[in-house]
């Protein structure tokens, strides 16, 4: 693929992230297009169906964080790193569930989509459990536990309009429990 089409690739899922995000599966193409600052020829150039640039933003969202959590993983001072991972996977949370929801209205993941997830998880597992051995999270404390906490907030903040401020003190009180 071209430079300029890898570029135009890359903001059309941006803006596919921001526009389905925000406005669900009543988003449009055209307004992705205009925010891409790419023709609508363009996106389906790139994406021939709604669902097939939604599902690429969702795909592109679960390799963005692995990519964070992989990095994170070497980082010397694991308990900002793990505070830093569940923070960003709380705050992008809620465009993750718009964009899942509008894949499939029966809860169930693309297989593309479930295994970019299931890579998310196990490098989120890998954190995690460096942050038990640094001493900055309960030995107790598992994935599932942690996947529960960062959904649970995550669709509260997709519900309804929540205050940054509100979301960054909810998230604290997340990590401070979570905390050994």
Do not use: C
Request: proline share 3%.
């Amino acid at each position: 693929m071209r430079q300029d089409a890898r570029e135009n690739r890359e903001r059309i899922l941006t803006a596919a992230e921001e526009v389905f995000g925000a406005h669900g599966g009543s988003g449009s193409t055209e307004e992705v297009a205009r925010r891409a600052g790419v023709g609508i020829a363009t996106v389906f150039r790139h994406f021939p169906t709604k669902e097939e640039l939604i599902e690429a933003a969702l795909l592109r969202h679960f390799d963005q964080l692995t990519e964070r959590a992989d990095a994170l993983a070497g980082d010397a001072d694991q308990a900002v790193a793990w505070r830093t991972l569940v923070r960003a996977m709380i705050e992008t949370g809620a465009t993750k569930l718009t964009l899942a929801s509008k894949l499939d209205d029966q809860g169930r993941l693309p297989r593309s989509a479930a295994t970019a997830s299931n890579r998310l998880k196990v490098a989120v597992g890998a954190v995690l459990l460096q942050a038990q051995e640094a001493g900055a999270v309960r030995p107790s404390v598992t994935v599932e536990e942690v996947y529960l906490l960062i959904r649970g907030l995550a669709q509260a903040s997709a519900a309804i309009p929540v205050q940054p401020a509100i979301l960054d003190r909810a998230i604290d009180v997340v990590l401070t429990g979570l905390s050994r």
